[in-house]
C-alpha cells in the first residue's frame, strides 16, 4: 500500500485490495457491502442507498453511538464496470435535510494484478469548500479514506485464489511453514470471551497482557506508524496457543478488524524456515505486509510480520524472526491487564 498524497487540496490513495476488480467493483455499489466497510473510525453506517446509474443518488448515513453524525449526499458520474467509478460527492452534516452540502469529486480507477487482486487507485478533488468550512479537513480526509479502504480489504479478504497452476505430488516444493504456533481471535470484551471459552469449552488457564505502544521498538501498520493498544489472553490448546485480542484503540488493524467483521479469528502465527525470504516471497506475490514491528523488552529485536495471504490461503498470516527465551514474561505479566 502507498500512504495518501494530499496535495491542494487534492487525496490520492493506491491500495492493493484481496479481491477481483469485479468484487471490489460491486463493493461500491451494494447496499450491503456498502454499509460492512463505508464508515470512517467507529462511526457505522445505519443507511445507505445506491440508484445504479449515471445521475443516480448515492447516499450515506453515518452515526457515532447511536448519534447521527451526518454522511454524504452523492450523485453517480461514472459508471464503467469492474474499472473505473466517479461520483460528484457531498460531505452532509446532522441535518441533512437542511444544512449546507460541501461538493467535491471523487474516482477510483481498478486495475487487476497478474495473480488476481486489484489495485485501487482513489482520488478525490476539487475539496476547496470543503477546506474552507472545515480547516485541517484534507487531513482528515486522507485518513479516513486510509481508515475505510482497510475496512474494505477485510470485507473482501475471502478473494478467488492464485491462479498458479497446481503442481504433481512429486514436484511438490519443501514446506515453507514447519508449524502452526497461535490463533489470533479479536473479541470485543475480552472478560467475558474468556468466561464463555472456559465455561463452555473448557479452555484455559489463562495468561493475560496488556499491549502498550512502548513495548515496541517499531510498529508500522499498512506502512505507516501505529500505536496500538490492546488486551490480550492466552491459553494452549494441544501444541497450539489461542489469543484472543481485544483492542483498546480506534484505529489499529485490530479495531479496524472488529468494527468490520464484529470480531473472528483475525490471523494465524506459524514457524518459518527464513523470515526475510518470506516476507520477499509475499511482497513478490502482491500481498500487503499488514504489520511490521520489533518488539522491545524480553522480546528485543524479534521482528513480527502480519502477511496479507488473504488472497492465496484466505487468511492474514503472523511469521516472526525467533523466540523468546523460554521463561521471558510480558512486561505486564503481572497485571491481569484490567479495564
Known amino acids: 500500500m502507498n500512504p495518501a498524497a494530499v496535495t491542494r487540496n487534492v487525496v490520492r490513495i493506491s491500495r492493493t485490495i484481496p479481491a477481483t476488480p469485479h468484487q471490489v467493483y460491486r463493493a461500491w455499489l451494494d447496499p450491503d457491502l456498502i454499509r460492512r466497510w463505508m464508515a470512517p473510525g467507529a462511526f457505522e453506517a445505519t443507511r445507505v442507498e445506491v440508484d445504479e446509474r449515471i445521475g443516480g443518488r448515492y447516499r450515506i ?21 469492474d474499472r473505473r467509478i466517479a461520483w460528484r460527492w457531498g460531505f452532509a452534516g446532522p441535518d441533512r435535510a437542511e444544512g449546507p452540502i460541501y461538493d467535491s469529486r471523487l474516482h477510483i480507477t481498478l486495475h487487476e494484478t497478474p495473480d488476481g487482486s486489484t489495485v485501487i487507485d482513489l482520488v478525490h478533488e476539487h475539496l ?12 482528515k480526509v486522507a485518513d479516513g479514506w486510509e481508515n475505510v479502504l482497510s475496512k474494505l480489504s477485510v470485507a473482501l479478504s475471502a478473494a478467488p485464489r492464485s491462479s498458479s497452476a497446481s503442481r504433481e505430488p512429486s514436484e511438490m516444493r519443501k514446506p515453507v511453514f514447519t508449524e502452526t504456533m497461535q490463533i489470533g481471535i479479536v473479541v470485543r470484551d475480552l472478560d467475558a470471551a474468556v468466561r464463555s471459552y472456559t465455561d463452555d469449552y473448557g479452555i484455559g488457564p489463562w495468561e493475560f497482557y496488556q499491549f502498550k505502544p512502548e513495548d515496541a521498538k517499531v510498529w508500522l501498520e499498512h506502512g505507516q506508524p501505529a500505536k496500538p493498544s490492546t488486551r490480550i489472553a492466552m491459553a494452549m490448546v494441544g501444541k497450539v496457543q489461542w489469543e484472543l485480542i481485544e483492542p483498546l484503540d480506534d484505529r489499529s488493524i485490530f479495531a479496524q478488524f472488529l468494527a468490520a467483521t464484529g470480531g473472528g479469528v483475525h490471523h494465524i502465527a506459524v514457524a518459518s524456515t527464513n523470515f ?26 524479534i521482528k513480527v510480520a502480519y502477511l496479507g495471504a488473504q488472497r492465496n490461503l484466505g487468511v492474514i498470516l503472523e511469521v516472526f524472526s525467533g523466540l523468546p527465551p523460554a521463561k521471558a514474561e510480558s512486561p505486564d505479566a503481572p497485571d491481569r491487564g484490567g479495564k
Open 61 to 81: 448515513w453515518h452515526a457515532d453511538a447511536g448519534a447521527s453524525v451526518g454522511g454524504f449526499e452523492c450523485e453517480i458520474l461514472e459508471l464503467d464496470p
Open 128 to 139: 476547496d469548500d470543503v477546506a474552507a468550512a472545515l480547516p485541517n479537513v484534507i487531513e
Open 276 to 301: 526475510d525470504e518470506i516476507l520477499a516471497a509475499e511482497a513478490k506475490r502482491g500481498n500487503d505486509l499488514v504489520l511490521s514491528c520489533e518488539l522491545d523488552g524480553a522480546f528485543s529485536g
